[in-house]
């Protein structure tokens, strides 16, 4: 569970990223998180883990304290919380099992992660990560050689090698074009029902952030505006969050 | 045929004036270099009258003794040694110094300045200083030169391997941090993938370097033939010197072309 309590970010270069948000994510809940570029969806994603540091307020995460956490701790809450980037954020010049297995990171002692002989258990919980993306044949392919979509099904294979029961997504699939793009959310949706995740996904297309999520919170100038389900949230709602009307852009198909 | 134009526009800037600083320092220098000759009594004339003198030097340099080349051939190995050894040792210890003089993988900003001051301290000696120093210190040999060369490379090595390690792609580091990796970690599992062509390179680079350098610090007892030219030369022997020179431009060169197609492959 995830629970925000009047939570602010203030960045610093004066720029205000979350301003009093209060929120709770139940476990196994697919939150999907929409708004424009600048309301603070990558901000609320990524104070989740510490990436960004709250400046006041109280954050947690399966009741260990997010805010105030020294780096020892951090680490430990990150241990249980994996991330999926954009730009996908995979070494490109390394396999794509090492890749997955940074998603390992923090169960292995630094010595074995210095030399590069991971555990006979991890390589094979990389493995079997790969299996569930359905590119375990690419294990020993260089990520650079992947097209984009079979990059971020990389990154998301290592997010289930770290065998974390939170799973932020910040923009998953800007970088993607359309099919990938809902290949790659069908993936995330999927794969979290099996494995019980909670995630956390920023998108900024209705449409998908209509079909995937379970529910939806929208955000406009660092804060709050909409929390309900997909049912509930219209085009009217969407304006709302928007703060003006919808174009051909907000949606990612026709 | 002139055309005369009548029309006045506005009027035209005048040129900037004489440009005083730039004419006063272009004097200084001038007035310098004068100096520096007239203190030194710089003069070209035993170019011309002292010729004759170096006749015999001239025609024993044009008689090289090549079978001495071989007859030194333990000499030869020695210094290709000194240079793979201090090679390995110095960009080995350069990985680790580079780690903790770029702000991306040093653990805090005051290890991060006193690595990059003890490298830049480390850099500013020349290698015959270093060769110098530690000659005195252990004695000649290929030790003293070993030594002379790992500060040496560990100086270069560190600064740009540091340099490639600030320009790396940090979304990989985010993703380490993001799944609990620690620092050694991040830089192990993420940095190293992405600068290991470059650091490789260097490298290799350096042990360029390190076939002339050590030659260098030879010449003043780091062993290798670097000595056997020292030796030489004291012995007035050119025609042995001679085709030392030569062979030792056809080593350097063919190393440098074989370390370059190497690293032509690796980036």
């Known amino acids: 569970m995830i629970t925000f309590s009047d939570v602010r970010v203030t960045y610093p270069n004066g720029v ?3 301003d009093g948000v209060d929120l709770t994510i139940p476990d196994g809940e697919f939150v999907v998180v929409v708004g424009l570029s600048g309301a603070g969806k990558s901000t609320l994603v990524r104070t989740v883990n510490g990436l960004v540091p709250v400046t006041s307020g109280r954050l947690e995460v399966d009741g260990r304290r997010v805010d105030g956490a020294g780096r020892r ?11 999926i980037f954009q730009s996908f954020n995979l070494v490109k010049r390394a396999s794509v099992l090492d890749n997955v297995l940074m998603g390992r990171l923090h169960d292995t002692p630094t010595w074995r992660s210095v030399l590069g002989v991971p555990r006979a258990a991890d390589r094979e919980l990389a493995f079997a990560a790969l299996e569930r993306v359905g590119i375990v ?7 650079s050689e992947l097209s984009g979509g079979q990059q971020q099904r990389v ?13 932020l997504a910040d923009e998953p699939v800007a970088s993607l074009d359309p099919p990938t793009a809902n290949q790659v959310l069908r ?4 794969i979290g029902g099996e494995l019980g995740h909670t995630t956390v996904v920023n998108l900024h297309f209705l449409d998908m952030a209509r079909r995937y999520a379970d529910r939806i919170i929208g955000m406009r100038a660092g804060a709050v505006v909409f929390d309900g389900s997909a049912e509930q949230a219209d085009d009217a709602v969407f304006e709302e969050i928007y703060g003006r009307s919808l174009t051909a852009d907000d949606v990612l198909l026709r | 045929m002139t055309t005369t134009t009548t029309t006045t526009t506005t009027p035209r800037p005048a040129p900037p004036g004489v440009r005083w600083p730039l004419v006063g320092g272009v004097a200084v220098a001038l007035a310098v270099t004068v100096w520096a000759a007239l203190g030194i009594e710089f003069t070209l004339a035993p170019l011309f009258t002292d010729t004759l ?18 007859r030194v051939l333990p000499a030869w190995v020695e210094t290709l040694s000194i240079a793979v050894v201090a090679s390995v040792v110095g960009c080995v210890l350069a990985l680790g110094a580079a780690m903790l003089a770029s702000r991306v993988t040093a653990p805090g900003t005051v290890v991060y300045q006193l690595a990059k001051a003890v490298l830049s ?22 030790l003293g030169g070993i030594m002379a060369l790992v500060l040496f490379n560990l100086g270069i090595a560190a600064k740009l391997t540091a340099e490639t390690i600030d320009a790396v792609d940090p979304g990989p580091l985010e993703a380490a941090d993001a799944a609990g990796g620690n620092r050694v970690q991040r830089a192990a599992r993420a940095v190293f993938p992405q600068i290991a062509p470059s650091y490789l390179s260097y490298c290799l680079y350096v042990f360029e370097l390190n076939i002339r350098a050590s030659v260098v610090i030879g010449l003043v007892g780091g062993g ?12 007035f022997r050119y025609d042995r010197l001679a085709a030392l020179v030569v062979a030792l431009f056809v080593v350097v060169f063919a190393i440098d072309q074989l370390s370059r197609a190497v690293r032509r492959r690796l980036v």
């Not at chain 1, 993936?187 to 999927?190: A, G, H, I, Y």
């Not at chain 2, 003198?53 to 071989?70: E, M, T």
């Open chain 1, 73 to 83: 701790e951090l680490r430990a809450i990150r241990a249980g919380v994996g991330m």
């Open chain 2, 224 to 235: 290798g033939i670097g000595n056997v030219i020292s030796v030489e030369l004291s012995r």
């Open chain 1, 137 to 143: 044949e690419k294990a020993y392919t260089r990520a």
């Open chain 1, 187 to 190: 993936d995330l949706k999927r």
């Open chain 1, 155 to 167: 990154a998301i294979a290592r997010v289930i090698a770290q065998q974390a029961g939170v799973v």
């Open chain 2, 121 to 142: 301290v480390v850099r500013s000696l020349p290698d015959i200083a270093y060769g110098l120093l530690f000659v005195a210190a252990v004695g000649t040999g290929a």
């Open chain 1, 16 to 18: 205000r990223g979350l």
């Open chain 2, 53 to 70: 003198r170096g006749q015999r030097i001239i025609a024993q340099f044009l008689d090289p003794d090549w079978s001495y080349v071989v």
